[in-house]
């Protein structure tokens, strides 16, 4: 990775004093994506699958393009390609429209400590109004998802496995594709949240043989507003929408209404359309670079950035083991907001909270934790600098 180059592309990089470390909860806009967006507004600016003009028929083919480059990266039919608002959005869908419908009272639904809320929180919802149970895999003594402790949870009442593929908190990467394999054998369907899986390594939904898989444009240097949920053509077929109107409406009388084949039976209303332009284009240039590299060059500075902090006393790292480029910690005995604002003075952009992960920060037992999380244009430069700043501000909370 030529991280130098990398950040010629980003227009964001003229402040050269900017060290982005917040990747977790977005990643920065490149030049082809700002101008894959721009392009779009500038020369056609107008709705899709409507018009009869020759303008409407270019951006249709543009919009629905989009959607052939995203199926094909992560190794899905065009019409499993549901576009959304973002995971949050797609996950939800999930809930609303295949809990809703199948979940009955005495059901289970296994999720996990390490969720991210929009990943359990649905379903929280769904098995309250249905009388379900909402089952938790127990977490080892690291704060992983591991098989074995699935297999405990797991009966023959289960429906539907909820799931993250790489945890927004520890950067674990959960052994889903073994759990899919299980869950199957039980007759469950999984749903995978791959909000911080798909940006950062290889996901391709035959492999893993998911039911659903949910991912946001953001996080993988799309635009804001674009998510994607992948669904299973069959199972996508037997769901009912949860939104209707126009777009996804096949015939409609005063006693009836039919709707579109998927995906458009869940596209209601115009849709994101500069959005879905802006992810094709950034799933084109963050795929150049090799999903494997991307990881592996994560890797090695989630590493660097542990072993670093290793030569300072009075700091906790939560996730030392983690497989991808996020570093969880605390400054002891220090507030993790009050320590987040030291580093804005380094320029060092970071998050601190609960990372609207609640389950896990209590399972750490702590108030919150300070995350950074790396991405292709991070480099060791980034990681010293953070780690100085981390330095200061324990300097700062502790010494006086
Ligand atoms: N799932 C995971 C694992 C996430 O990390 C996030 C966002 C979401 C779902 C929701 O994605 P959205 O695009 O619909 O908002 N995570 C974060 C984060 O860690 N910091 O800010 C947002």
Request: aromatic share 10%; hydrophobic share 40%.
């Amino acid at each position: 990775m030529d991280v130098k180059k990398i950040r010629n592309d980003f227009p964001i990089f003229k402040d050269d004093k900017l060290v982005y470390l917040d990747n977790a909860a977005m990643a920065l806009k490149p030049k082809c994506v700002i101008d894959a967006v721009d392009n779009y507004y500038a020369r056609y600016g107008v709705n899709v699958h409507r018009g009869v003009y020759g303008l409407s028929y270019e951006a249709t083919e543009l919009y629905e393009n989009a959607r052939d480059t995203i199926a094909n990266f992560i190794g899905a039919k065009r019409e499993e390609v549901i576009y959304t608002r973002g995971t949050t959005s797609a996950l939800n869908l999930v809930a609303q429209s295949y809990g809703m419908e199948f979940i009955e009272a005495g059901d289970e639904v296994i999720t996990s400590e390490l969720e991210h809320h929009s990943s359990h929180m649905p379903w929280f919802n769904v098995c309250k109004k249905k009388g379900a149970t909402l089952k938790y895999i127990p977490l080892n003594e690291e704060g992983r998802i591991t098989v074995e402790a699935f297999k405990k949870v797991i009966s023959k009442n289960t429906k539907v496995v909820a799931l993250n593929y790489v945890s927004n908190v520890m950067g674990y990467i959960s052994p889903v594709k073994e759990i899919i394999k299980i869950a199957h054998e039980y007759g469950a369907v999984v749903i995978v949240d791959g909000a911080q899986a798909v940006p950062h390594m290889n996901v391709n939904v035959k492999e893993l043989d998911c039911d659903f898989l949910a991912f946001s444009g953001h996080k993988l240097c799309g635009p804001t507003g674009i998510g994607i949920l992948y669904g299973k053509k069959e199972l996508l077929e037997k769901m009912p929408p949860i939104e209707f109107g126009g777009d996804m409406a096949d015939e409609v009388s005063k006693d009836d209404q039919t709707y579109k084949a998927v995906p458009y039976k869940f596209e209601a209303g115009t849709p994101i359309i500069a959005g879905a332009i802006g992810l094709a284009e950034a799933i084109k240039y963050i795929s150049h670079f090799g999903m494997d590299n991307i990881l592996a060059h994560e890797k090695h500075l989630h590493d660097f950035a542990v072993s670093e902090i290793s030569k300072l006393d009075g700091i906790t790292v939560y996730n030392k083991t983690a497989e991808t480029g996020i570093i969880a910690f605390n400054i002891d005995g220090v507030h993790p907001h009050d320590a987040a604002s030291v580093f804005d003075n380094s320029h060092v952009c970071i998050r601190a909270g609960h990372h609207c992960a609640q389950l896990i920060t209590k399972w750490l037992d702590v108030v919150g934790t300070v995350r950074a999380s790396f991405y292709i244009y991070n480099d060791e430069e980034d990681v010293l600098k953070f780690v100085e700043a981390l330095k200061e501000a324990r300097d700062f909370f502790t010494k006086f």
